[in-house]
């Protein structure tokens, strides 16, 4: 995105000076006003072919800096932190010293919430074998993804900065633990915008038994204008809540009532140029058109039996895989972002009967996705991601069946959209407490992802208080093997 870009997105067209806009905003000085002017008689905020004019639709598909190999991403959050060492890090070294104290120098300096210092070692609970040409060691939880494992890559030396939930969701959604800062989903949509005008482009479902610890953070836009934000659809009955018209409004009246409406906001926009007018405007026609849209999309009644089958979803019964058959079905119609959150993986405790529980929810339905987006053939420019927040660590919780946080060494993985199928990249150490080989830090995911989505993630940036922000901060490297 160019100075021009970032200058009219931030704060609204600066040409756009009114007596109000003096009264009410003279405090900050008449020498910005000064700038203002003189930016835009130079050109540097004036409008430009690539920028967005007042009025317009702030979600329009752009072009990124360069060809795109992924046009959208499902990102499939498995929040409260998966245990890498139950589903896709085998470590027998770990299994042979079950029950046993780790060495001295494991945890020498090391602090976490939960963790004694006399903790004991506790070795894996599932087998693992191998599938698939390329030999990818998965657990025996994972039967269904087994069935796919030649179209992913198993990224085995993913760590983070944060060990709990809240501030781990935050910075895998956002790039920082700091609350405030634009979620992935976000960023994707503010640079690409959005193929669909009938629904929002970003949308979020949460189908665990919570919602994420991180709360509306992980999908906000943060300074971003909030027309970029996710936008939340429940699992059952009306998708967004409100969408129908109360007694006594037809659509007639209503769209009498919006078309009112638009005008007082178009006026002030004109005045003002707070692009947060923008958002309001789009909004209330994007929801006019989601009434007749919307409830068409979440029927997956409308789908085959044998797709119904293959996710393990049932028309009218809110589940996992039922959503997961509703992201294939927004990404259809233009929707450039879903995100489903599944809160249930934060085993202290009952490790066994909880990741047992958890992969016969899950399994399924992510191998089902991958697989229909490939026979569909969307899955070569769609980006699927699996993962949560942290790992687990190879202790035990005192003496308990679990384990606490850990986010030194975990897995995740990533199918399509210009990534190298079939691979297993990177490597923890023979207990699985840190990365031996190939570490990648979310700053380096997210820096990946947004080259596949074709940007340079150091130039997809936002003017915010003085300063140019982006998803990776200040950090962040490609993860070259990575892609195809």
């Not at 919430?113 to 998965?138: M, V, W, Y």
Request: proline share 6%; aromatic share 8%.
């Amino acid at each position: 995105m160019n100075c021009q870009d970032h200058l009219y997105r931030g704060a609204g067209d600066p040409r756009s000076i009114s007596r109000r806009w003096f009264l009410g905003q003279c405090g900050v000085g008449l020498g910005s006003m000064a700038l203002a002017h003189l930016l835009g008689q130079d050109g540097y905020a004036a409008a430009t072919p690539g920028t967005p004019s007042l009025g317009a639709n702030p979600l329009a598909p752009r072009a990124p800096h360069f060809a795109p190999k992924a046009k959208r991403v499902i990102f499939l959050f498995m929040a409260g932190g998966p245990s890498h060492l139950e589903l896709f890090d085998n470590k027998p070294h770990l299994a042979k010293f079950d029950g046993k104290l780790p060495p001295a120098d494991l945890l020498k300096g090391y602090r976490a919430a939960f963790i004694n210092p006399d903790a004991r070692l506790l070795g894996p609970k599932f087998p693992f074998a191998r599938h698939g040409q390329s030999g990818t060691e998965l657990s025996t939880l994972l039967p269904h993804l087994a069935g796919v494992v030649d179209d992913i890559a198993v990224i085995k030396g993913m760590t983070t900065d944060a060990f709990n939930h809240a501030p781990g969701q935050i910075m895998m959604s956002t790039g920082s633990m700091i609350f405030g800062r634009p979620s992935f989903g976000a960023w994707t949509c503010y640079g690409l915008g959005s193929e669909s005008n009938d629904l929002p482009g970003f949308v979020v479902f949460s189908t665990g038994k919570k919602g994420p610890s991180g709360g509306n953070s992980n999908w906000g836009s943060g300074f971003l204008p909030t027309v970029y934000q996710g936008v939340q659809f429940r699992n059952g009955g009306e998708p967004v809540l409100y969408l129908t018209n109360p007694k006594g409004i037809d659509e007639e009246l209503q769209r009498d009532s919006l078309d009112v409406v638009r005008q007082l906001n178009e006026s002030r926009l004109k005045q003002i140029g707070d692009p947060e007018i923008a958002t309001r405007i789009h909004s209330y026609e994007t929801a006019f058109r989601m009434q007749m849209t919307a409830p068409e999309v979440v029927d997956i009644g409308r789908e085959p039996q044998h797709i119904l089958d293959m996710y393990g979803a049932k028309p009218g019964k809110p589940s996992f895989a039922g959503t997961c058959l509703l992201a294939r079905r927004l990404l259809e119609r233009g929707v450039r972002f879903v995100e489903i959150f599944h809160e249930a993986w934060d085993q202290h405790g009952a490790l066994v009967s909880d990741l047992k529980h958890n992969c016969e929810d899950t399994d399924q339905a992510c191998a089902a996705l991958v697989k229909d987006l490939k026979q569909r053939g969307m899955l070569e420019d769609t980006l699927v991601v699996w993962g949560g927040e942290f790992g687990r660590t190879p202790m035990v919780q005192g003496g308990a069946d679990g384990r606490d946080h850990h986010p030194n060494a975990f897995t995740m993985w990533v199918a399509g959209g210009g990534i190298k199928p079939g691979i297993t990249y990177g490597e923890s150490d023979d207990l699985g407490f840190s990365v031996a080989r190939d570490k990648v830090h979310v700053h380096d995911l997210h820096a990946t992802l947004l080259h596949l989505l074709g940007f340079d993630h150091t130039r997809l940036t936002y003017r915010f208080q003085g300063r140019d922000f982006r998803l990776t901060d200040v950090h962040g490297n490609v993860v070259r093997p990575l892609l195809a």
